[in-house]
Structures are given as structure tokens and as C-alpha cells.
């Protein structure tokens, strides 16, 4: 089965593209332009490179969030488009699990923080549940991380994402010997992860109804706050 998988979340956007346990094509790229601007061009050249069109694929997946309003938006779109048009099922995956899923067989705590801006992060907590499956402990919260280190159990645990770029001094200060990091290759989501669990579902039998397929935000997007501070003050 062929899925493509995309991921929006971060500005280090992801696409990769599996065929059952073979990875075809991967592309990952971190910059400053837009996800509107690079998302479908990207796509061509992955489906390009593999001598593939969208019709040859099976179904796509996409990471719903939490992460850039914007970001999860073009995605969703874009993916929607692409699945009404090739008339191909579509599933979204959350992004803090697929994230968390680059660490299957960990024996640690698994903790994804992405950076959520207002000195916040994007985060829950996972455990290796064998069987290459992890599992979700707590929700899915937006808070300082500060206040994200104090409610990690006194367990070993293992970081990983774009917020530990900039809150890795503060694990390391306050967890000590109990932090532990990612390597590079692994820290940030890749479409192929995101691409394998959206196989699996499919293979399940679940597919998303393409009208109700809305993003993870965890909080309020500034508009949504300008909004309701306008309304309470009317």
C-alpha cells in the first residue's frame, strides 16, 4: 500500500512517501518560505522522483497539529484538495504522537515539545508500549516549560522536537542525568512516520470525512483571543 504522508506542523515541513515497510521517497526542508508557497511543488518532485502520479498512491496522511496555525492549515487544505481530486482516503495524524513514534523501543519517558511561541510549548507525554507502538500518558497541552518540568514524573526521560532547540539548557538545568535527547536525525517529524501511521489506520479501515478533517490547535489561535476580548468588551 502506497501512502504519502505530510507534515506542516513546523516550519522544518515534512513529506515522505512508503509502500508498505519500503520507504520510496523522504523530502524534509527547513526554511523560511512559507508552507503555501513550497507544499505542492514539493509534493510533484517527491511523486516525480519515484515515477509515480497521485493517482498510483493508496491514500495520504497529514499531521493535524498541534503546532503553526498556518502551518496545519495549508497542509489540511492542500491534502483535502488531493484527496477529493484523486478520490484517494485520507486520515490526519496528531502531531505530538508522530513525533513521539520516532522513538519506538525507548526506555524512557517520551516527551515531544514543540515551540508554541509566548514562551510556551506544544507537549504530552508517551511511553514505549512494546511492539513498536508507543502510548499516550497525559493530554495535549500548551504551558511554560517550566511548568512542563514539573509535572514529569522522577523518571528518566527523552526529548525530542523544535522546542528543545530552545528550552534544552533548562531540561538539562532542572532534570539533570534524567534528561536525555534525540540525535539530530530523530528530533524533528519525518513524512515517512507520519506516512506509517497513516497506513496503518487506513489498513484498519478508518477514513476521515474530508469536510470535518480539522487541525489539533490546543489553544486559541490571536485571532480567536482578539475576537472574544472584542466581544467581551461590546
Same mark, same amino acid.
Given at each position: 500500500?502506497?501512502?504519502?504522508?505530510?507534515?506542516?506542523?513546523?516550519?522544518?515541513?515534512?513529506?515522505?512517501?512508503?509502500?508498505?515497510?519500503?520507504?520510496?521517497?523522504?523530502?524534509?526542508?527547513?526554511?523560511?518560505?512559507?508552507?503555501?508557497?513550497?507544499?505542492?511543488?514539493?509534493?510533484?518532485?517527491?511523486?516525480?522522483?519515484?515515477?509515480?502520479?497521485?493517482?498510483?498512491?493508496?491514500?495520504?496522511?497529514?499531521?493535524?497539529?498541534?503546532?503553526?496555525?498556518?502551518?496545519?492549515?495549508?497542509?489540511?487544505?492542500?491534502?483535502?484538495?488531493?484527496? $477529493?481530486?484523486?478520490?484517494?482516503?485520507?486520515? @490526519?495524524?496528531?502531531?505530538?504522537?508522530? /513525533?513521539?513514534?520516532?522513538?519506538? &523501543? #525507548? +526506555?524512557?519517558?517520551?516527551?515531544?515539545?514543540?515551540?508554541?511561541?509566548?514562551?510556551?510549548?506544544?507537549?504530552?507525554?508517551?511511553?514505549?508500549?512494546?511492539?513498536?507502538?508507543?502510548?499516550?500518558?497525559?493530554?495535549?497541552?500548551?504551558?511554560?516549560?517550566?511548568?512542563?518540568?514539573?509535572?514529569?514524573?522522577?523518571?528518566?526521560?527523552?526529548? $525530542?522536537?523544535?522546542?528543545?532547540?530552545?528550552? @534544552?539548557?533548562?531540561?538539562?538545568?532542572? /532534570?539533570?542525568?534524567?534528561?536525555? &535527547? #534525540? +540525535?539530530?536525525?530523530?528530533?524533528?517529524?519525518?513524512?515517512?512516520?507520519?506516512?506509517?501511521?497513516?497506513?496503518?489506520?487506513?489498513?484498519?479501515?478508518?477514513?476521515?470525512?474530508?469536510?470535518?478533517?480539522?487541525?489539533?490547535?490546543?489553544?486559541?489561535?490571536?485571532?480567536?483571543?482578539?475576537?472574544?476580548?472584542?466581544?467581551?468588551?461590546?
Amino acid at each position: 500500500m502506497m501512502i504519502v504522508g505530510i507534515d506542516t506542523s513546523t516550519s522544518c515541513g515534512s513529506l515522505g512517501l512508503i509502500d508498505g515497510d519500503q520507504v520510496v521517497a523522504e523530502y524534509s526542508l527547513h526554511r523560511r518560505e512559507t508552507h503555501s508557497a513550497r507544499l505542492i511543488p514539493s509534493i510533484q518532485t517527491l511523486l516525480k522522483g519515484a515515477k509515480l502520479d497521485l493517482q498510483d498512491i493508496d491514500g495520504l496522511a497529514v499531521a493535524l497539529g498541534p503546532g503553526s496555525f498556518t502551518g496545519l492549515r495549508v497542509g489540511l487544505s492542500t491534502v483535502k484538495g488531493l484527496a $477529493l481530486a484523486a478520490k484517494k482516503p485520507v486520515v @490526519g495524524i496528531p502531531t505530538l504522537d508522530a /513525533l513521539a513514534h520516532n522513538l519506538p &523501543f #525507548a +526506555p524512557y519517558l517520551i516527551c515531544p515539545i514543540l515551540d508554541a511561541r509566548k514562551g510556551e510549548v506544544y507537549t504530552a507525554l508517551y511511553k514505549d508500549e512494546g511492539g513498536g507502538r508507543v502510548k499516550k500518558l497525559t493530554p495535549y497541552q500548551s504551558l511554560p516549560p517550566s511548568v512542563m518540568l514539573e509535572e514529569i514524573p522522577a523518571q528518566e526521560t527523552i526529548f $525530542l522536537g523544535d522546542g528543545v532547540r530552545l528550552y @534544552g539548557e533548562l531540561i538539562k538545568e532542572r /532534570l539533570g542525568d534524567r534528561a536525555f &535527547f #534525540a +540525535p539530530s536525525h530523530l528530533m524533528h517529524l519525518r513524512g515517512t512516520t507520519v506516512a506509517e501511521l497513516g497506513m496503518k489506520r487506513i489498513m484498519a479501515g478508518e477514513k476521515a470525512d474530508t469536510s470535518s478533517l480539522v487541525p489539533i490547535y490546543v489553544r486559541a489561535s490571536d485571532a480567536e483571543i482578539h475576537w472574544g476580548t472584542r466581544r467581551g468588551v461590546e
